[in-house]
């Protein structure tokens, strides 16, 4: 199958075929993103050496919510988790946390938030299923009604 790119940003590429969309957690609810699968990609190669080649990026990409979705105060805090191998729950709580808290959003001055994106830097040595964990507080929003989208960025 042949896997097509489209040009986001000057000497990257991102691979529309490795692009989930998934919801966004209720008032002080959790979600989780669908696991991309890095052993699907060409270009990854399993080197568990320390520190291993870098590939690419986990882009995390946030629209942009209002203030009924997002108010004043309240928060999204996105962190990075991993699977060696894939379970029927895919990526969930039990799975393990590469990186902790890594971005942060919260509604303010009466107006949500505007459309935003996070990226982490991803490696050879990285676990072969890689996934978003989002979680809401403040508890007066809902944006389980919205989608962040995750893919992978070459370079």
Avoid: C, W
């Avoid at 050496?49 to 979705?69: H, K, Y």
């Avoid at 107006?111 to 978003?132: D, E, K, L, Q, W």
Wanted: proline share 5%; no cysteine; hydrophobic share 35%.
């Amino acid at each position: 199958m042949a896997t097509s790119t489209v040009p986001i940003d000057a000497g990257r590429l991102k691979d529309k075929q490795i692009l989930q969309e998934d919801s966004l957690p209720t008032a002080d609810g959790t979600a989780y993103s669908t696991a991309i699968d890095l052993g699907a990609l060409a270009s990854y190669t399993l080197n568990p050496s320390p520190g291993g080649r870098f590939v690419g990026e986990l882009l995390i990409e946030i629209p942009a919510l209002t203030t009924t979705q997002l108010p004043d105060d309240d928060t999204i805090t996105f962190s990075i988790l991993s699977e060696t191998t894939l379970d029927a729950n895919g990526i969930d709580g039990n799975s393990t946390v590469e990186a902790a808290d890594i971005a942060k959003v919260t509604g303010a001055g009466g107006a949500g938030i505007s459309a935003t994106n996070f990226r982490y830097g991803i490696y050879s040595n990285f676990p072969r299923y890689i996934g978003v964990k989002a979680v809401a507080a403040g508890g007066t929003g809902d944006i389980s009604g919205s989608d962040m989208t995750t893919s992978i960025v070459f370079h």
